[in-house]
């Protein structure tokens, strides 16, 4: 198939391009080319290209600036992720809209399935629940898919590296960490979410909602912990509660993966064997 990947020089379209090598054609325009708030001019390249599913992966994602400049926030997630799906459905094509865990309020402790009502509770969280949507209206065949902590060997381009790697980098220079224990989630590899993302589109599924985290959860102590353990090294790592801030977080937004079995998917990996099988591929240079 021929895919095109918006958003797709980051940690998750990189691992997209080595999930789809050999076995798919990845067409990934950088935001230099194209912006996805450019409703006319995605859709005119969208037609020239002629690609069997689009998967949009672009998005405004640092949370504290999504506060205090919403209507960029909407642009890009909400506004950017409904021309997207217009212009899939123009060609008759599926579109898959790359979503988060952050669109539920995080008052459900045993975690949210795939239907869940949504209530997020800041500014990026509300953008990518209206986004979500405005894809399944505008695309018939449109999916979106969620991940929670997502974490790849490419780092993520917006936010400069990743929290693994944040927290190693600081175990490595020995500085004393301190880790929020009081917010729980569903930490995603994103060469897993890549794989699951690339099967869903193989395997042509029902139109709707699906979750692409690892199994299981943590906090984001209890994952900084079994990172610096797999990595062989030692830290001065203590946990501790969430401080009032800028930007408001679901204190658990763990996603459930119901879906799978019924598309013929085997459930996704547990997030500790994610991590390890990322602890030992990283770069050397890492």
């Not at 994602?61 to 799906?85: Q, S």
């Not at 539920?104 to 009502?117: M, T």
Request: proline residues 6%.
């Amino acid at each position: 198939m021929r895919l095109i990947v918006f958003g797709g020089w980051g940690q998750l379209g990189t691992d997209l391009a080595a999930t789809a090598a050999g076995r798919h054609e990845l067409i990934r325009p950088r935001h230099s080319e194209l912006d996805v708030s450019d409703a006319d001019g995605l859709a005119a390249y969208v037609r020239d290209q002629a690609p069997d599913a689009i998967i949009n992966a672009a998005a405004f994602h640092k949370v504290e600036l999504c506060e205090t400049d919403p209507a960029r926030a909407f642009t890009v997630n909400a506004i950017g992720g409904l021309n997207v799906a217009r212009a899939a459905a123009a060609i008759g094509v599926p579109s898959v809209f790359i979503s988060t865990d952050y669109v539920f309020r995080g008052d459900a402790s045993g975690g949210y399935v795939e239907d869940a009502p949504v209530g997020p509770v800041n500014v990026y969280g509300a953008s990518k629940a209206a986004a979500e949507t405005l894809v399944l209206g505008a695309d018939p065949q449109g999916i979106v898919v969620r991940g929670s902590g997502l974490f790849g060997h490419a780092g993520s381009s917006g936010k400069g590296g990743n929290f693994v790697e944040t927290m190693l980098a600081k175990a490595r220079a020995g500085v004393a960490l301190q880790v929020v224990d009081d917010q729980r989630f569903a930490p995603t590899a994103t060469r897993d979410l890549a794989e699951r993302i690339i099967e869903l589109i193989e395997r042509r599924v029902p139109t709707g909602i699906y979750h692409g985290a690892n199994s299981g959860s943590c906090s984001w102590y209890e994952f900084a912990r079994r990172a610096i353990e797999l990595a062989g090294l030692s830290a001065s790592l203590t946990p501790r509660a969430t401080e009032p801030g800028p930007v408001r977080r679901p204190a658990a937004s763990i996603l459930l993966d119901t879906k799978s079995p019924g598309v013929g998917m085997a459930p996704a990996r547990p997030w500790e064997d994610a991590l390890s099988w990322y602890i030992d591929n990283r770069p050397p240079t890492s």
